[in-house]
């Protein structure tokens, strides 16, 4: 076999969940096992794919194959980098400063009105990540009193 064309394209996770939950429901139709392997992978990654903090987590799921495109339309403004996007969509930040992590040197090619809606746009086309119960009971004990009862000291 000789490869063609190396990285000719490239998926966002959304994308390859879509792929792999299809192959799973069409041998589960046929009703005939696949090779052991690949049942083995994609079990694992669909399960790495679902769980927390993932946005593939949240249910129902809020992306669409229509996402990406329109994602990409809200987008072309700002003259992101190929990666870049695919960050945006895989990640989901919910943040400026979320955001910053995947942009490279945003602070200079981004004003703050453009960065938020960047943020803004990222939001309305993939959805809101709904907070998790643990981020808010760390929020409810830093705004309140902190039992510190079995502390000890030195």
Do not use: W
């Not at 690949?38 to 769980?51: I, P």
């Not at 943020?119 to 808010?136: K, R, Y």
């Amino acid at each position: 076999m000789k490869v063609v064309e190396a990285q000719s394209a490239v998926l966002s996770n959304y994308e390859v969940y879509k792929h792999l939950s299809e192959q799973r429901d069409s041998y589960k139709k046929t009703k005939r096992r696949g090779p052991p392997n690949l049942e083995t992978v994609v079990r694992e990654l669909l399960q790495y794919m679902t769980t927390n903090p993932s946005p593939l987590s949240q249910t129902p799921l809020t992306y669409s194959p229509s996402c990406i495109s329109e994602l990409l339309e809200r987008l072309r403004p700002y003259n992101l980098a190929k990666g870049e996007v695919i960050m945006l969509l895989n990640l989901r930040p919910a943040s400026v400063a979320a955001l910053n992590t995947i942009v490279e040197d945003m602070s200079e090619r981004f004003d703050e009105e453009q960065q938020e809606a960047i943020v803004t746009a990222v939001a309305e086309v993939l959805g809101q990540f709904p907070a998790s119960a643990e981020a808010q009971g760390e929020d409810s004990e830093a705004a309140g009193d902190v039992d510190m009862g079995n502390t000890t000291v030195a």
